[in-house]
């Protein structure tokens, strides 16, 4: 829903009313993973996606429905079939969507889920999906406080501690439980949305190829920050896409992230100074942390010697093979843009758990299931 945030916030404070479709569950080889929204306005407006396009007409029109019955409902769509009118996925896989009403009325809460979401305060939303009278509940969970109820006391109590560690993980899923909240019954599904702030990238050395990288960070979603030593090269004015340009010891400010609770399994860590100065007291702390990528740019005969360095700071093997050095993907890049695209897919390799191989060259499943970036690769 984040990517759609920014339209239907506005049409809620306008006082719109809209249907919103969320996929709840995904598939086999569906484009879009749970949580990729899709909204409807009463006038007719479209913002969003939920298939890339395979669907989206049939969920526009079932979108109005809803804006006219103001009942929500859930709608399974999957492989088309030999009839070519059909509505069906053509990547072959199969989506869940549930479909909502939202305005002032029916969604009393969502000036305030939204308000978070904007603030990056992190905030889950559990909603019943089952096919019953309960269909459309909701309970909104902010780290300090609760609203709404899903039917039960006992159901929301086991749904509320169960939300508290997904959204911990930034984990969206659907859960089952038994009328007052048994883990182990099905009788009712729970979709969970978590809203955790933006996972964090970190870009040091305030060169042209960090420029890039920064760029391609946002660009897919990362909350990213530039550090550089040299106040005349760290400006706002050379990054302008970093959320943030810090002047800083890179060690040091690293220290001071990790201490404050902003390195964790989602955070990136790209170190472009390739200057034993900054590099091995960087990485020597860098690889002590939880950061789920940790790369480094330099030649092989650059990373050779920086081991070795490594090594006499007394890192071991296991911690030296987290480090992606050299960084990015062999795709013979050679501008900083093109590296930018080989440090980006490398990221994204490591996070879906892909071989870096061309798709043609390979066979199974397109698109594979979503992981944590692991801090320990295998």
Request: include cysteine; charged fraction near 25%; hydrophobic fraction near 45%.
């Amino acid at each position: 829903m984040r990517d759609v945030l920014l339209e239907i916030d506005a049409w809620y404070a306008n006082g719109t009313r809209f249907a919103l479709a969320t996929v709840i569950n995904a598939f086999h080889s569906t484009p879009r993973q749970p949580g990729a929204a899709m909204a409807v306005s009463a006038d007719g407006e479209v913002v969003g996606s939920v298939s890339g396009g395979c669907v989206e007409s049939a969920v526009y029109e079932l979108g109005r429905e809803v804006l006219e019955t103001g009942q929500p409902t859930t709608q399974r769509y999957g492989i088309s079939d030999d009839d070519a009118f059909a509505v069906g996925l053509t990547c072959g896989g199969t989506i869940d969507i549930l479909v909502q009403p939202v305005d002032t009325a029916s969604f009393p809460e969502f000036g305030d889920l939204a308000d978070a979401i904007n603030a990056e305060v992190p905030v889950a939303v559990a909603t019943v999906v089952s096919a019953d009278d309960r269909l459309g509940t909701r309970l909104i969970v902010w780290p300090d406080r609760v609203i709404g109820s899903l039917g039960d006391p006992a159901l929301d109590a086991a749904v509320t501690e169960d939300m508290a560690g997904m959204l911990d993980q930034g984990t969206t899923a659907v859960r089952h439980y038994g009328l007052r909240g048994e883990r182990r019954r099905d009788e009712i599904a729970v979709f969970v949305h978590s809203f955790a702030p933006p996972p964090r990238m970190f870009v040091f050395g305030a060169i042209d190829f960090a420029a890039a990288v920064a760029r391609i960070g946002k660009f897919l979603g990362y909350h990213v920050t530039v550090c550089d030593a040299r106040p005349v090269f760290a400006t706002r004015k050379r990054f302008p896409d970093a959320d943030n340009v810090v002047v800083s010891w890179p060690h040091r400010f690293l220290a001071e992230a990790t201490d404050g609770g902003l390195v964790d399994g989602r955070t990136v860590l790209c170190v472009l100074t390739h200057d034993p100065k900054f590099d091995v007291p960087l990485l020597e702390l860098a690889l002590r942390t939880d950061a789920g990528y940790i790369g480094a740019m330099g030649s092989r005969r650059t990373h050779d010697d920086r081991l070795m360095r490594l090594r006499e700071r007394g890192l071991g093997d296991g911690e030296l093979a987290r480090l992606a050095s050299p960084i990015g993907l062999d795709l013979g890049a050679r501008t900083p843009e093109e590296t930018a695209v080989s440090v980006a897919a490398e990221i994204i390799a490591m996070k879906r758990s892909g071989s870096g191989r061309r798709l043609s060259a390979t066979s199974g499943r397109i698109h594979g299931d979503a992981v944590t970036l692991s801090a320990h690769p295998a």
